[in-house]
């Protein structure tokens, strides 16, 4: 059963700072996966979508990596701002499913 | 483009009454998936339909819990009967349907059951 896990559950930092959020998963056999973001009261928005094929994946100031041999992907935030402040969830797609398997997310902070 | 759009956003109500949550999809998204969220268990599936046919509703909690999608631009969900334990946040979302097509997400019902 895929299982994935997000560390750490929150993370605070001045505003300025570059940070990375991990996120890793049990099964290797995955389609791709997903970052999103999501802001108090409101729905998921999707930020970066890795095919398993690829090693990486830039929006903006969002580097999100895949290393899909380890189980492993990196959600890099450059020069982070108060408005990037939300909770931070990853996600992947078993091989041979539509689902999606969350993880519990990484509630950030930027302090101005 | 409109994005997903659920309806209400929110609902209070009390054990044993039937609750309905609706989602409209993105225009030609052929894939429709319901969530729900708790603190406790994060972001679970319920259930997916393709091409408005229900494919796996292995996540459907019990009984009390169905969905139906009778046309490509609409779905329900419903409780019944609604017990507390079913508080939570649902959310609707839809792709189109291609594995390698990332799912876009509504808003969200926030859900309360006294």
């Known amino acids: 059963k895929q299982e994935v896990t997000q560390i750490p559950a929150a993370l605070s930092v001045p505003e300025g700072e570059n940070l990375v959020l991990n996120c890793s998963f049990t099964d290797s056999a995955i389609y791709n996966l997903q970052w999103f973001r999501q802001d108090p009261g409101k729905g998921l928005t999707s930020l970066l979508l890795?095919?398993?094929?690829?090693r990486e994946q830039t929006s903006g100031r969002l580097n999100a990596s895949l290393d899909k041999s380890s189980g492993r992907s990196t959600l890099y935030i450059a020069a982070s701002q108060p408005g990037d402040s939300a909770t931070y969830l990853c996600?992947?797609?078993?091989?041979?499913?539509?689902?999606?398997?969350f993880g519990k997310g990484t509630k950030l902070t930027v302090n101005p | 483009d409109a994005g997903v759009i659920q309806s209400p956003r929110h609902e209070v109500t009390e054990m044993g009454q039937e609750v309905t949550l609706r989602c409209k999809p993105i225009?030609?998204?052929?894939?429709l998936f319901w969530y729900r969220q708790t603190m406790m268990r994060g972001l679970e599936l319920l259930i997916y339909?393709?091409?408005?046919?229900?494919?796996?509703d292995s996540g459907m909690p019990e009984d009390r819990f169905s969905a139906k999608m009778p046309n490509a631009s609409f779905s329900t969900l419903k409780i019944q009967p609604s017990e507390p334990r079913d508080s939570a946040v649902y959310f609707c979302a839809s792709s189109f349907g291609q594995v390698y097509q990332p799912q876009h997400f509504g808003d969200g019902t926030r859900l309360s059951i006294l």
């Open positions: 996600a992947v797609r078993p091989t041979g499913s539509e689902k999606l398997v």
């Open positions: 225009s030609g998204h052929n894939s």
């Open positions: 339909f393709n091409n408005n046919v229900p494919i796996d």
């Open positions: 890795i095919q398993s094929s690829q």
